[in-house]
């Protein structure tokens, strides 16, 4: 059974600070999504890494993927507030007619002033 | 805009009823769509995958009986939970796969609440 963990679960951080999200799956996949959930909405996509060694990058946020360790990170670069959100990873399977996705734990940033 | 269109965004029943949930996929065809739950403060989890045209597959622990899923054509793929129960309230999600590698296209998402 695949799993999927992020670590931290919370991080508070302040503006203009970095940080790092982590997270680790269990079984090999060669695809993983970065999304973002604000509070009582649905999930918009931030990021899609299909490859070892693949790193993207949009305004502050900047994704990696190492299949071999099986880790990908979302790295924040001089954090705002806006970028306060709830931050899940998700892995692909593939089931026969479509790739099924099964969700990290979420991470919840909270940026302060 | 939207690519997958969830209805209704909020719905709050009485215990013992039933509720619908539409997922309609939007300018294409999904022969798959994934239902998914989220309860307060913690992660999706996905719930059954639909399949145009045939049963839906359950992932371990959902009761089919009680989620019923009909996908009855390649736009439309509709959830109901029948004699819900307080513990069903939860947040329900839908969605879409994506052409090739893109993301899945989710749904806006549907508050349900039993009281």
């Known amino acids: 059974e695949l799993k999927v963990e992020q670590n931290p679960l919370f991080l508070s951080m302040q503006e203009g600070k970095n940080y790092t999200i982590y997270c680790n799956y269990s079984?090999?996949?060669?695809?993983l999504y970065w999304y973002r959930q604000d509070p009582g909405k649905s999930l918009e996509s931030l990021f899609v890494?299909?490859?070892?060694?693949a790193v993207k990058q949009e305004g502050r946020l900047m994704a990696s993927l190492d299949t071999k360790a099986r880790l990908s990170t979302l790295h924040i670069t001089a954090a705002v507030h806006d970028l306060s959100a709830t931050y899940f990873c998700a892995v692909a399977q593939y089931t026969g007619t479509a790739s099924k996705l099964t969700f990290g734990t979420g991470t919840r940033l909270q940026v302060t002033l | 805009g939207a690519v997958v269109s969830q209805h209704p965004s909020r719905v709050i029943c009485k215990s013992g009823t039933s509720v619908k949930i539409e997922c309609r996929s939007l300018d294409f065809q999904a022969t798959t769509m994934f239902w998914y739950r989220q309860f307060p403060k913690q992660s999706l989890m996905l719930m059954a995958t639909s399949n145009e045209g045939s049963k839906a597959t359950y992932e371990q622990g959902v009761e089919k009986d009680k989620f019923l899923i009909n996908h009855a054509s390649l736009t439309l793929s509709t959830l109901t939970v029948t004699s819900a129960h307080p513990e069903d309230s939860s947040f329900y999600i839908c969605?879409?796969?994506?052409?090739?590698?893109?993301?899945?296209?989710f749904g806006n998402g549907t508050r349900l609440t039993v009281t």
């Open positions: 969605s879409a796969p994506g052409y090739g590698n893109s993301p899945l296209h």
């Open positions: 890494l299909l490859s070892n060694g």
């Open positions: 079984t090999t996949s060669d695809r």
